[in-house]
Nanobody, 116 residues
């Protein structure tokens, strides 16, 4: 069982920045596939960014060049640095891990609101 604790959400003006963090419990973090998803009101949850065990990253097109996903295996933590935020980035953001045994775990979600 992996427990995930997210932090870093909040209210920010358009053009601002936020950094989300997701800390995982237990061992084996370096072997996990990691990702951030988001869900806006009335919309389906979508994959925002992912990072493999060897650091390869992928992003949905709407955030490319603005968001960066990175991991610190020593701290069992994955981050999402979000720059140049837009109102359409407003959503609840969730971190997700997939273990070597293909078990998937979710964080509790953190609200990001981009508004003036």
């Amino acid at each position: 069982q992996v427990q995930l604790v997210e932090s870093g959400g909040g209210l920010v003006q358009p053009g601002g920045s936020l950094r989300l963090s997701c800390a995982a419990s237990g061992r084996g973090f370096a072997d996990y596939g990691l990702a951030w998803y988001r869900q806006a009101p009335g919309k389906q949850r979508e994959l925002v960014a992912s990072i493999t065990t060897i650091g390869n990253t992928d992003y949905t097109s709407s955030v490319k060049g603005r968001f960066t996903i990175f991991r610190d295996n020593a701290k069992n933590t994955v981050y999402l640095q979000m720059n140049s935020l837009k109102p359409e980035d407003t959503a609840v953001y969730y971190c997700n891990v997939v273990t070597l045994t293909a078990n998937s775990y979710w964080g509790q979600g953190t609200q990001v609101t981009v508004s003036s």
